[in-house]
């Protein structure tokens, strides 16, 4: 069935559920104002590919303290709700997205007490949720005083991850590939050590889905597999922009596993010409990469991941959930 997406301000369902709203999900969508309507789309088509016979109604929330420029602003005023409005809702299932780190320390951030808020909120409020990247990073934080640690440089790439743990949120297959782009990471260790359920992990990336299960079922990827294919391609552009820029000190690396030989060979003069002569025009020549050029091949692991989750938050609710189909609205 359709996804329904209430995503404007006055679209939202009130406080309480309606057997009319099917399942209710909230989207924290903490990502910076170049990718604000990406991630936006990218958790809609995931959703409604995952969504089988469930109807969803996802509300979109911001927290005002992330920065925003003056294009940010204007969206989250169109299409958000003030994360004010969570704390009287009442939701089935909870997706919080990381946002772009900005202060060595979590805790600096200022959007931080909010988040820390947001996830003693989500214990008892909703069935489950989903916390990504470095919403994983704040979560483990606030809750069991993990601290992340700081990678020598970004990780970026598509890599392999091995199952480590069943759960019924799992999908089959013993292996799979997502994209990952950070730069801290959670030991593995801690994590074990503080009672985390790891449930796949990779040789390169680290631990990559871990639950924890208390009054909520708490779901943390360090990974994205809500990326479409050309995510990390976006990203590495920014950054190389950002670096002609002189917004940052090094040009960034090639995401890992994720471009083949014709792709690496045109990026790799383009990185040339950036690190040896200024031009001022080269950013508007960053070189056009076919989209065949890229390594894809995570959306039915990931689809299937979402599938279960809905699957988890429908039989977890109250007695009252109810399938019925409603009409799709296009979040634009």
């Known amino acids: 069935m359709p996804v329904v997406l209430s995503a404007s301000r006055s679209a939202g369902p009130q406080p309480g559920r309606s057997e009319d709203t099917g399942i209710v999900i909230g989207l924290v969508n903490n990502m910076p104002d170049a990718a604000l309507r990406t ?18 109604c996802l509300r979109l929330f911001s927290i005002p303290q992330v920065p925003r420029g003056e294009e940010g602003r204007a969206r989250v005023q169109e299409r958000y709700e003030d994360i004010g409005e969570l ?6 299932g909870l997706i919080v997205t990381g946002a772009e780190p900005r202060a060595p320390e979590l805790a600096d951030e200022p959007y931080w007490p909010v988040l820390a808020q947001l996830v003693d909120w989500a214990e008892d409020h909703c069935v489950s949720a989903i916390w990504s990247c470095l919403a994983a990073h704040a979560a483990a934080l606030h809750l069991d005083g993990i601290p992340r640690r700081p990678l020598r440089q970004k990780l970026s790439g598509i890599f392999d991850c091995s199952k480590a743990g ?4 799992m999908f089959r297959g013993p292996r799979w590939r997502v994209p990952h782009s950070r730069y801290n990471e959670l030991p593995e260790e801690a994590l074990v050590s503080a009672g985390y359920r790891l449930l796949s992990r990779s040789e390169e990336a680290g631990a990559d889905i871990f639950v924890k299960e208390e009054r909520s079922l708490f779901v943390f990827l360090q990974g994205h597999p809500e990326y479409d294919p050309a995510a990390l391609l976006r990203e590495y552009r920014r950054d190389s922009c950002r670096f002609l820029a002189g917004e940052q000190s090094h040009y960034p690396e090639m995401p890992r596993h994720y471009f083949d030989d014709d792709a690496r060979i ?3 003069a383009y990185r040339e010409a950036a690190t040896s002569r200024p031009d001022p025009d080269l950013p508007a020549r960053f070189p056009a990469i076919e989209k065949g050029w890229l390594s894809s091949g995570w959306r039915w692991p990931a689809t299937q991941l979402y599938t279960n989750w809905l699957t988890y938050l429908v039989e977890h609710r109250p007695a009252n959930f109810s399938s019925r189909p409603l009409a799709f609205q296009e979040v634009p």
């Not at 704390?87 to 089935?92: G, V």
């Not at 069943?166 to 949120?169: G, L, N, Q, R």
């Open 166 to 169: 069943d759960h019924a949120i």
């Open 39 to 56: 991630t936006e789309r990218q958790f809609c088509e995931l959703l409604s590919a995952a969504s089988d016979d469930v109807a969803i």
């Open 266 to 268: 045109v990026l790799a």
């Open 87 to 92: 704390w009287t809702s009442r939701l089935d």
